[in-house]
């Protein structure tokens, strides 16, 4: 077995630091998520998610990436995203969509963040209109999101969230492919 150097150590610590901010990012969120829970998961310091990570917001930036040319993972995280939005939101979202067209700065926030998955989201997509495709789906999922917990569409009540998210993932993987 070939000795392991420096620099693959420290490339397979970086990997499960990011492999365990996923998994805490994906239980928590961004706010409940914590650099020492993090650390804890991966079975490193502290000190060393923010020497690898820098911080925590650039460790969830990193953290949130799909893979480029990866459509299998979008769809997989286009999903969960679904998954997640038609179930109730956490209030500091509720509060963020429900100012977005009332205050500037919730607008510029809620856009400079839409804009970053779409950005992100069309990099995993393959083909030219990949960008399209993914602007279609991030305001897709933000229809949802407002038709299901602002406007509170009579509709919702006669349908289950799992069969929510089944049509509205089939949508969205149509998108992937049109």
Known sequence: MAATTRDQKRAQTAERILAAAREEFALHGYR??????IADRAGVHASLVMQHYGSKADLFAIAAELPAGDEGGAAEH?????DVRM????PETRALVASMLTSPEAEATVRAFLQERVE???ASFEGDDAEVRALLAVS?????????HFLTLPAFEHV???E???A???WVSGAESA
């Open 32 to 37: 409940g998520a914590t650099i020492r829970a």
């Open 78 to 82: 286009l999903a969960a995203v679904l």
């Open 87 to 90: 179930q109730g939101l956490p």
């Open 120 to 122: 992100n989201l069309a």
């Open 140 to 148: 897709g999922i933000l229809g949802l999101t407002v038709a299901r």
């Open 160 to 162: 289950s969230h799992d």
């Open 164 to 166: 929510l998210v089944r």
């Open 168 to 170: 509205a993932s089939a």
